[in-house]
């Protein structure tokens, strides 16, 4: 099994910034591929940004050159950075990791853009 721990959420003006992290008890870069995901209220959970095992990335289309995903392999942990934030991106985020075929999920951690 892998267990994911959400944190770096809170309450950012529009066009802040904040980090996200994800501590995952695998070595990541044994798992297969691992993202971020967010929901907001009314609405479905939608891909954020993604990252394989060997470092390819992707994003949803809306948020390139906003959001950043990367990874630190000696802490096992992955990263959400994102940049000039907008009231439309208030959601819970959550971790997922992709390992030996499950899908595991983190807690999620909130995430305000409100002044």
């Known amino acids: 099994q892998v267990q994911l721990v959400e944190s770096g959420g809170g309450l950012v003006q529009p066009g802040g910034s904040l980090r996200l992290s994800c501590a995952a008890s695998?070595?990541?870069?044994?798992?297969?591929?691992m993202g971020w995901y967010r929901q907001a209220p009314g609405k479905q959970r939608e891909l954020v940004a993604t990252?394989?095992?060997?470092?390819?990335?992707g994003y949803a289309d809306s948020l390139k050159g906003r959001f950043t995903i990367s990874r630190d392999n000696a802490k096992n942990t992955v990263y959400l950075q994102m940049n000039s934030v907008k009231p439309e991106d208030t959601a819970v985020y959550f971790c997922?990791?992709?390992?030996?075929?499950?899908?595991?999920w983190g807690q999620g951690t909130q995430v305000t853009v409100s002044s």
């Open positions: 997922n990791a992709i390992w030996v075929g499950r899908s595991y």
């Open positions: 695998k070595t990541i870069f044994t798992i297969n591929l």
């Open positions: 990252m394989t095992s060997g470092g390819n990335r």
